[in-house]
């Protein structure tokens, strides 16, 4: 049986022993059924994973002894997703499932037909921190995505480096399949991968994302929805390359 996860903050591993709040300790007792002695795994969400034995458990908190530490090697490509703002159970599983695929990051845009306007930029960038770390618990990945505040897709577009293989998705592109765009990157150590919005992009987004040096693609088969293409073209970088 694997190891029961908890997440702690990076730096932590940095001690003999790590605290955990009462949280994580009322979880550990009355779910989970833990108890002294027991071992768990510790991940800080920046690569760090620990073997751990508990040494203190009670209504106030838990204290774990580290153990052992290994620090995962992160996967190559580096991944940066870029998805059209969607409304809010659409963004909050994009955050969950790209957890679990090892995205990088996650760098949402307002495109002109993207459908939620959002209002309070940093509680949307906790909630989404927030899902993430429950997402490493339950999948065992070394990281969580870093994840950016939306912005102006102009602004995205500039933000992409010049080394980086470039590939936007576009609903109404038939001359290149993604699987193809990415084997003509060559073995390039970052790819940054647009997906629109529910709305589509417009001529003037794709002539721009064009520009700026990003090869459209399409998706054979059926159009599907935006956190669906996500999680499909997250797949196909992470498992055929």
Not at 108 to 127: H, N, Q, T, V, W
Not at 185 to 190: L, N
Not at 215 to 238: D, Q
Request: glycine fraction near 8%.
């Amino acid at each position: 049986m694997s190891l029961r996860r908890f997440l702690v903050a990076p730096g932590d591993l940095a001690e003999e022993t790590v605290q955990l709040d009462k949280t994580e300790a009322n979880h550990a007792r009355k779910v989970l059924r833990l108890g002294v002695g027991d071992r768990v795994q510790l991940l800080d969400g920046r690569g760090k994973r620990a073997e751990a034995e508990i040494l203190q458990l009670g209504r106030e908190g838990m204290t774990c002894k580290v153990l052992r530490i290994e620090d995962a090697e992160p996967l190559q490509p580096r991944l940066v997703l870029c998805p059209g703002l969607a409304k809010g159970p659409a963004m909050d599983l994009i955050a969950v499932k790209l957890t679990e695929l090892a995205v990088d990051q996650i760098r949402p845009f307002m495109a002109r037909r993207s459908e939620p306007k959002i209002k309070d930029a940093g509680a949307r960038l906790d909630r989404w921190q927030r899902l993430a770390g429950q997402a490493l618990k339950q999948c065992g990945a070394p990281r969580t995505p870093e994840f950016f505040e939306p912005v102006d897709f102009a602004d995205l577009l500039e933000s992409a480096p010049e080394n980086a293989a470039k590939i936007m998705l576009y609903e109404r592109h038939e001359g290149m399949s993604l699987a193809r765009a990415l084997a003509d990157t060559g073995r390039a150590g970052e790819v940054w991968l647009i997906i629109g919005p529910e709305g589509g992009f417009d001529d003037s987004e794709v002539a721009l994302a064009q520009n700026a040096g990003f090869t459209l693609c399409g998706l054979p088969g059926t159009i599907l929805r935006a956190e669906t293409a996500c999680l499909a073209a997250a797949s196909i970088v992470r498992f055929a390359l």
